[in-house]
């Protein structure tokens, strides 16, 4: 025995000897830049000090999501142990980690994504902090799925959807979410399927661009980055790129005063890759299919609570919430529109954007 374990120890060490050492990447100054040069907030859990001087400075590290309205959430949800909830949205699973803790052991949580790479790290890293399938199940499916859902596992007590992009997504170049870094015009937030933000520009009009950058995101100047946009297309020369759609918008701007045209410019590129991001994703049809569904998978007194990003999603969600309650399904829904405190927007920018509203079912 004693042998044979010698020669296992030998065998491990011979393997590991002869595997490549992988150096981490190199970077010049002082500081990292790129994505993938920031190593350390890539692995929080061994560079905890890094991560937190990042968010201390009111940042998101990289490959992180900063869950917001948490407190909010969870004033109204009301959760408590024996109960079943639904995170519609489950994402880097902070909002699903801090339910899952109000549970206290009783009950269960379905959590559903669409994103199947992030889905996979989110579902080791609850997994390590002790919620497996006994209390957790994570499901690869659209939210707009919803009564499929219910009709499986609910009617629910509690129900969130957070229909922001996740910070991971934002800050990985690969995904082609952000403007401010190169990388493929992708925008799916299921990166297996679907059409890529580059092959849709392949497939519209000029005033069909002009009105989805109008509609999805009330971009002043829709139609002139529609005639910029398809004038490259129409020449053969491909608009595949963040960086390449960011300059065109510049370009396009070229008439706004110089003293206003860099924040011009930020703010039409901002509306520009949302606009094309809702379309490539089928945002708007999603949530309206989500939000018909949601009477009948709320167990009768379950609250719902819904964070929105743009005033296109506020308004449907409003719209919606207030219908049904004029119709008796919801018993109460919320009058006044809830936002992060000062104090949370100044810890994490990406949360000034955020409305928060809820309903109960009657």
């Keep these: 025995m004693e042998r044979q374990n010698r020669e296992t120890q030998n065998q491990t060490s011979q393997n590991q000897a002869s595997q ?3 150096r981490r990447v190199r970077y010049k100054g002082t500081h990292p830049r790129t994505y993938q040069e920031k190593y350390k907030e890539l692995q929080p859990e061994k560079y905890q000090d890094t991560v937190e001087h990042v968010m201390q400075k009111g940042g998101t590290p990289a490959g992180m999501h900063i869950s917001i309205c948490v407190k909010e959430i969870l004033d109204f949800l009301q959760i408590k142990p024996g109960q079943k909830g639904l995170d519609a949205t489950l994402g880097y699973g902070g ?27 989110t579902r080791e890293r609850l997994a390590g902090f002790g919620y497996g399938p006994e209390i957790l199940t994570v499901i690869e499916m659209n939210f707009a799925n919803l009564g499929q859902v219910a009709a499986e596992h609910g009617p629910f007590d509690f129900v969130l959807a957070d229909l922001g992009v996740s910070s991971m997504q934002i800050d990985n170049p690969e995904r082609g979410f952000s403007y401010k870094t190169d990388g493929p015009l992708d925008l799916r937030l299921n990166p297996t399927a679907g059409t890529t933000a580059a092959q849709r520009l392949l497939e519209v009009t000029e005033e069909e661009l002009a009105g989805m950058l109008y509609e999805n995101s009330d971009e002043p100047y829709a139609e002139e980055i529609a005639h910029a946009v398809m ?16 300059q065109l918008i510049g370009e396009a701007l070229a008439f706004v005063p110089e003293a206003d045209r860099t924040e011009a410019v930020k703010k039409s590129c901002q509306r520009s890759f949302q606009a094309l991001r809702i379309d490539v994703n089928s945002e708007f049809e999603v949530l309206y299919a989500f939000l018909d569904s949601l009477p009948d998978a709320l167990a009768s007194g379950g609250r719902v609570a819904v964070l929105t990003f743009h005033s296109g999603e506020d308004r449907l969600v409003k719209k919606s919430f207030k219908q049904m309650k004029k119709a008796g399904i919801y018993s109460e829904i919320c009058e ?13 920018s990406r949360a000034r954007s955020t409305k928060m509203r809820w309903a109960i079912r009657a």
């Design 231 to 246: 004038a490259q297309i129409k020449a053969g020369r491909p608009v595949d790129t963040t960086t390449r759609l960011r």
């Design 20 to 22: 490549p050492h992988k």
């Design 336 to 348: 006044e529109v809830i936002r992060p405190s000062a104090e949370e927007c100044v810890r994490n």
């Design 95 to 121: 909002h699903t980690r801090r339910m899952l803790e109000c549970l206290e052991g009783k009950g269960h949580i379905y959590a559903l994504d669409v994103d199947a790479v992030e889905l996979a790290k």
